[in-house]
């Protein structure tokens, strides 16, 4: 039993020993992905050159007739070349978000695709 919990112990420290650097978007959009990773535990540093892993919050407007937007998160290693992505998602802007398809975009990322994405890296 105590071999099992020291075990369990070394393994989970290792697992968030990873130091995420959230690039700063314009306006905010990264929010949800940096409350994300410390409601995991992960540790999150505002430091742009102490990382082991850099995460950028992309988006682009699809269509200006009915506001749709695509948005995805691309994190890359201190070399800036990219070991994973999100999948797209795509929202519109509409008045049951308050008109804010970034926040509802990196909010579904950062609960149903982050944490995967994250068991994938290794440091």
């Known amino acids: 039993m105590i071999r099992f919990l020291l075990f369990f112990l070394l393994i989970s420290s290792g697992a968030f020993a990873q130091t995420f650097y959230v690039e700063p978007t314009e306006k905010g959009f990264e ?11 992960y540790k999150v540093t505002a430091d742009s ?4 892993y850099k995460i950028e919050c992309l988006i682009r407007q699809t269509s200006k007739f009915n506001s749709m937007y ?3 998160i691309r994190i890359s290693d201190k070399t800036g ?3 994973a992505r999100s ?3 795509r929202k519109g802007a509409v ?3 308050g008109f804010n398809a970034a926040d509802n975009i990196f909010g579904v990322i950062a609960e149903k695709q982050l944490p ?3 068991k994938t890296l290794s440091k």
């Open 31 to 41: 929010k949800k992905i940096i409350e994300k990773l410390k409601y995991d535990s």
């Open 116 to 118: 995967q994405i994250i």
């Open 95 to 97: 008045a049951v978000n």
């Open 81 to 83: 070349k990219e070991v």
């Open 87 to 89: 999948e797209e998602v």
């Open 49 to 52: 050159s102490a990382y082991d």
């Open 70 to 72: 695509k948005g995805y």
